[in-house]
């Protein structure tokens, strides 16, 4: 029989505040993450406002302190993330075997900051433009020695193991939206093989870095600057395209065994994960993709379309990818309620499946969904059930669905604990 895995642990960073409680406080009362971009100039850009991460201290988390000096913000989000999740499961050096205890971390191909290789460009620079002639010295002699540990995507998931001590399984996936989907599921693969007892897994994204937001503004992105908190539109029929965010999230994953043996609070069962692969279709992720990892996350919880009581939906608010993932939802789960965290801090890339799974477990507990923000128009050509106001839920179980422009499709069950499953509350 497979092992059971459960929630025992949760943290979060992004634009609608740092840890959960002040995460959830914003989703229930309707507060926007997304404003005028600060982090750096954009006035020259034609899209100037995204979900970014504010009063973020990574001093408050990241130790020892010199690591700073080789972490991106992507890391240090992924580290404030994972610690936070670590005191909640109340895991401490001691209190587990080390040996037992891994890490799976989604992460995106970490952008560099433009200043770090400014002056190495500038030293290449001629009368004529830029001499590649000269680039294999300026660089490693213009740039910070230990530059690539900052933006290696596999840094975050090592950064944490070694801080915290383990020793186990240790895996990055960079899948683009679906990476912390993947890593999820990854992790509870490794619990299940009996390789570890206890995984922490999550993701982390920075979509509104320079390099990023010059790359992504020539996509399809929302370009509401007058209006920012109201550009994140997904399944609204004035949508305009996608926001971009940042921000990170991290989960404790673990046997029941181990959870009771530890005296844990059980959170929310880890109850199944799908994943396929689809032909994009008309720019967007094809639709089968979708239902067939709806009905492979059902199939492996043991879990109907009825015990869904709602859908964190993806919701990446273009005009044809949320109609296919309408359409599939739809299908696969009838008039299931439908919420969009995205609606309120934008695309963070690898760190939103996990952010949207830490909103779920949220959810479940709370028996409350979340409301969407920004949907005031229905589209007829997205046949979905969209939550525009908080409400109760009396379901046991939650999905979380993410998908990436290539094809890949992920969904994740999440399920409330019962007083039978609940080790200590």
């Not at 620079?125 to 995507?153: A, N, R, V």
């Not at 994953?253 to 043996?261: H, I, N, P, T």
């Not at 273009?318 to 993932?325: I, P, R, S």
């Not at 890339?349 to 979340?370: E, F, N, T």
């Amino acid at each position: 029989m497979r092992e059971q895995v459960v929630v025992t642990g949760l943290g979060v960073v992004s634009p609608i505040g740092i840890g959960v409680d002040a995460f959830w406080a914003s989703l229930v009362d309707g507060k926007s993450g997304v404003r005028p971009l600060t982090l750096f100039d954009a006035s020259l850009l034609p899209v100037r406002f995204g979900g970014e991460v504010i009063d973020f201290d990574a001093k408050k988390y990241v130790r020892p302190r010199k690591s700073l000096k080789v972490m991106s913000r992507d890391i240090q989000l992924a580290f404030s993330a994972a610690d936070q999740a670590l005191i909640q499961a109340g895991i401490q050096p001691g209190t587990i075997d080390s040996e037992r205890f891994g890490v799976v971390f989604g992460s995106d191909l970490i952008q560099p900051d433009p200043e770090e290789t400014a002056i190495a460009y500038r030293n290449c620079l001629t009368d004529e433009g830029f001499d590649f002639s000269k680039w294999g010295d300026k660089s490693q002699t213009d740039i910070y020695p230990l530059w690539m540990l900052k933006h290696l995507p596999n840094m975050p998931a090592c950064h944490i193991g070694i801080a915290f001590d383990a020793r186990g399984p240790n895996n990055t996936i960079t899948l683009g939206e679906v990476s912390g989907a993947a890593a999820a599921a990854e992790a509870v693969r490794v619990i299940e093989r009996g390789q570890a007892d206890v995984m922490l897994t999550g993701g982390t994204g920075t979509r509104v870095k320079p390099t990023s937001m010059v790359r992504n503004c020539a996509g399809e992105a929302s370009h509401r600057n007058d209006e920012p908190q109201r550009a994140a539109r997904p399944f609204d029929a004035e949508r305009d395209g996608e926001v971009f965010g940042e921000g990170a999230a991290a989960l404790v994953l673990e046997s029941r065994r181990e959870a009771r043996r530890r005296g844990a609070a059980i959170l929310a069962g880890c109850a199944g994960i799908g994943n396929a692969f689809g032909r994009r279709d008309e720019g967007g992720v094809g639709e089968q993709a979708i239902v067939a990892s709806i009905a492979a996350a059902l199939k492996q919880a043991g879990l109907t379309a009825g015990d869904i009581g709602f859908v964190c939906a993806f919701g990446r608010g273009t005009k044809v990818d949320d109609v296919v993932e309408a359409h599939a939802i739809h299908a696969a789960l009838g008039d299931v309620p439908v919420t969009v965290p995205k609606s309120f801090f934008g695309n963070v890339g690898s760190g939103g499946a996990a952010v949207d799974m830490v909103a779920a477990v949220l959810g479940l507990r709370a028996s409350q969904i979340p409301p969407t923000l920004n949907y005031e128009h229905p589209d007829p050509a997205c046949p979905v059930s969209v939550v525009a106001q908080a409400t109760t839920c009396d379901k046991p179980a939650a999905l979380v669905l993410s998908q990436t422009p290539m094809g890949q499709a992920t969904a994740v069950c999440l399920l409330r604990p019962t007083a039978e499953t609940v080790a200590a509350d």
